[in-house]
């Protein structure tokens, strides 16, 4: 979905990340900075390790930077209240992982309820909308499955039905085809891009796949600490 001329999102500023361990110090964000503007479907390339996934935690308020602010519909993310933080977590963005982190002794549909039972929606609801989000991306007839028994690729849009529940703004999906073949992988993407088509739900998306990143009409690469913008995604 074309964003030109749009307000942000979101927009991360100068963030800056470091871990100790003893007397070691790994700064792992020097200062990245980066917007996503509604419905848009933006990539974060870089090699494993780089710091991606830390970026993520940031901007989903997962974890706190050290320096830098992150600004959500105007807004700073960091001045907000604990309780303000866990509402923005539960009802603004919602998260896909590599590893699909599905409760192995629920269903898919009991899986894709669980954020909407966590907002303390009632049942009856939760289940219509995990029914609902679950037809949306193609597994409707697997709803009683449980991940044992379905592929990874199923798996993965149990998660995405999840993350899709509590009808976000913002997905952020950290290498969420990292587990999958590259033809699901090509599914799982064009997933995304259609559901950003349909519901305008923006997508910030990690990868260290060129090939999938240049979907994106536009990418940014974290490279030392630092995000830099590549636009339309070329060699």
């Not at 933080?85 to 603004?92: A, K, N, S, T």
């Not at 609902?132 to 007839?141: F, P, R, S, W």
């Not at 990690?206 to 600490?225: C, F, I, M, Q, S």
Request: hydrophobic share 40%; aromatic share 6%; net charge neutral.
């Amino acid at each position: 979905m074309s964003s030109a001329g749009q307000e942000p999102l979101l927009e991360a500023e100068d963030l800056e990340k470091e871990y100790r361990t003893g007397p070691e110090v790994l700064r792992v964000l020097r200062g990245a900075s980066l917007t996503v503007r509604h419905g848009e479907f933006v990539t974060l390339a870089g090699a494993s390790g780089v710091g991606k996934s830390t970026l993520l935690h940031l901007l989903g308020a997962l974890d706190r930077p050290d320096g830098g602010r992150v600004r959500f519909k105007g807004a700073e993310l960091f001045t907000r209240s604990e309780p303000e933080l866990v509402r923005y977590r539960r009802q603004d963005v919602g998260f896909v992982f590599q590893f699909y982190n599905l409760l192995g002794e629920l269903t898919a549909l009991e899986n894709a309820m669980i954020p909407a039972l966590i907002a303390r929606r009632p049942t009856h609801e939760a289940r219509a909308l995990a029914q609902a989000a679950l037809a949306e991306v193609g597994l409707a007839d697997r709803a009683r499955h449980r991940p044992g028994e379905l592929s990874g690729g199923e798996q993965q849009r149990v998660a995405i039905a999840r993350a899709l529940i509590n009808k976000p703004s913002l997905i952020l999906a950290d290498e969420p085809t990292g587990n999958l073949d590259p033809k699901t992988s090509e599914v799982i993407y064009d997933l995304f891009l259609r559901l950003g088509a349909e519901r305008g739900v923006a997508f910030l998306v990690a990868t260290h796949n060129p090939d999938l990143a240049r979907k994106a009409e536009r990418g940014y690469r974290l490279v030392e600490g630092r995000a830099r913008e590549i636009g339309a995604w070329r060699d």
